[in-house]
């Protein structure tokens, strides 16, 4: 089976859970476009319309974060980095709700933002990654996890950006 198709079959269930709802609760989202931008709405037609290479890189990174619920047994800094996803996901939706915002890519860059931040910031301070007296799994998967909260706030930090300038009338 190819890569593409495997991540496919796993991308169902993803988006069922964390994109489906999230115009529903907000109503606000009529007026905007599907697609992967800071200013479309990133439902589950917006992620199909992404190029195949973002649609692999969100399924490596909703994996490695499961991955993490492993290791959260005996890891506190897995637990936040775990909650911060659960967070991020659960949690983004109705809060832009109650807010009355349109849940759009860069209100979900914002979340990604606001609640994988603490996780990061204490696997930068910890690293685990570089510590030879944790087991070899959880030194590879904290490595794992932190680059891809770094890579992915590359492109969350400008969508936030965009977003937050939207909404204020700033940008």
């Known amino acids: 089976m190819h890569l593409t198709q495997s991540c496919f079959a796993l ?5 069922a859970f964390f994109l489906t709802p999230n115009a529903a609760l907000t109503g606000t989202e009529e007026q905007y476009i599907a ?3 800071a200013l479309e709405v990133f439902n589950a037609h917006g992620f199909m319309q992404t190029p195949t290479w973002v649609q692999i890189w969100v399924c490596f990174l909703a994996i490695t974060f499961l991955v993490g619920f492993y290791f959260a047994w005996k890891h506190p800094l897995a637990r936040w980095t775990s909650g911060g996803f659960i967070l991020s996901a659960a949690g ?13 890519g860069g209100s979900i860059a914002l979340m990604h933002i606001l609640c994988w931040l ?5 696997l930068l301070m910890h690293r685990p ?15 794992t996890i932190t680059g891809v909260i770094l890579f992915s706030f590359i492109f ?3 969508d936030a950006v965009i977003y937050i300038g939207h909404i204020s009338g700033t940008g």
């Open 156 to 158: 969350d930090i400008r």
């Open 129 to 143: 990654f570089l510590n030879t007296n944790e087991p070899a799994g959880f030194r590879i998967w904290t490595g």
């Open 35 to 37: 697609g992967h931008g």
């Open 118 to 122: 603490p996780g990061l910031i204490l």
């Open 11 to 15: 991308k169902l269930p993803l988006l």
């Open 92 to 104: 983004g939706s109705m809060a832009f709700a109650l807010l009355r915002l349109p849940f759009l």
